[in-house]
T-cell receptor, first 113, second 117 residues
Framework: QKEVEQNSGPLSVPEGAIASLNCTYS??????FFWYRQYSGKSPELIMS????GDKEDGRFTAQLNKASQYVSLLIRDSQPSDSATYLC?????????????FGKGTLLTVNP | GAVVSQHPSWVICKSGTSVKIECRSL??????MFWYRQFPKQSLMLMAT?????????EQGVEKDKFLINHASLTLSTLTVTSAHPEDSSFYIC?????????????FGPGTRLTVT
């Protein structure tokens, strides 16, 4: 069974700090990796996608992928109270699964002013 | 990013009636759309995968005769909850995967909150 595990949280950081969110996955053949942000009562919003080993930066967000370790992370620099949300790691195993995403249970992040 | 709309955003219906939820990709074409359900404080649960022009593929435990999915065009998929019961009350969210680009990113609609009384 394909699994995605996230650090359980909740994670609390002060405003301006770096928030680090981690995710591991079990399917070694997975090809695409995503981070979604979900505010309470809202639907998920795609914030980062990463496909190859290394770092990918977009503004205050950096996604890191290590396929050998089956590990994905998201760093949020200069965290703001508006970043407080649940962050979902999602893995796409590829065409064989009809591109269905496998989600982790999410990590609740609270950024304290 | 790509935009997906859902209609209605919320609906209240009586037990035993049917409700149709529309999911539209506004600025991209989606060969594949997905339908999810989320109960309060729980994870997203994939209900079915909808491919344009073919029958939907339902996840284990999801009743295909109760949750009717139609994906008639590359921009529209509908979910009909038939003979709704209070236990069907939930947050229903669709997502679309653009045909172009090959990134396999999924973009979510804003969701439809269903309450069955």
């Amino acid at each position: 069974q394909k699994e995605v595990e996230q650090n359980s949280g909740p994670l609390s950081v002060p405003e301006g700090a770096i928030a680090s969110l981690n995710c591991t996955y079990s399917d070694r053949g997975s090809q695409s990796f995503f981070w979604y942000r979900q505010y309470s009562g809202k639907s998920p919003e795609l914030i980062m996608s990463i496909y190859s080993n290394g770092d990918k930066e977009d503004g205050r967000f950096t996604a890191q992928l290590n396929k050998a370790s089956q590990y994905v992370s998201l760093l949020i620099r200069d965290s703001q109270p508006s970043d407080s949300a649940t962050y979902l790691c999602a893995v796409n195993p590829g065409a064989g699964s009809n591109y269905k995403l496998t989600f982790g249970k999410g990590t609740l992040l609270t950024v304290n002013p | 990013g790509a935009v997906v709309s859902q209609h209605p955003s919320w609906v209240i219906c009586k037990s035993g009636t049917s409700v149709k939820i529309e999911c539209r990709s506004l600025d991209f074409q989606a060969t594949t759309m997905f339908w999810y359900r989320q109960f309060p404080k729980q994870s997203l649960m994939l209900m079915a995968t909808s491919n344009e022009g073919s029958k939907a593929t339902y996840e284990q435990g999801v009743e295909k005769d109760k949750f009717l999915i139609n994906h008639a065009s590359l921009t529209l998929s509908t979910l009909t909850v038939t003979s709704a019961h209070p236990e069907d009350s939930s947050f229903y969210i669709c997502s679309g995967m653009p045909v172009a680009g090959g990134t396999h990113e999924q973009y979510f609609g804003p969701g439809t909150r269903l309450t069955v009384t």
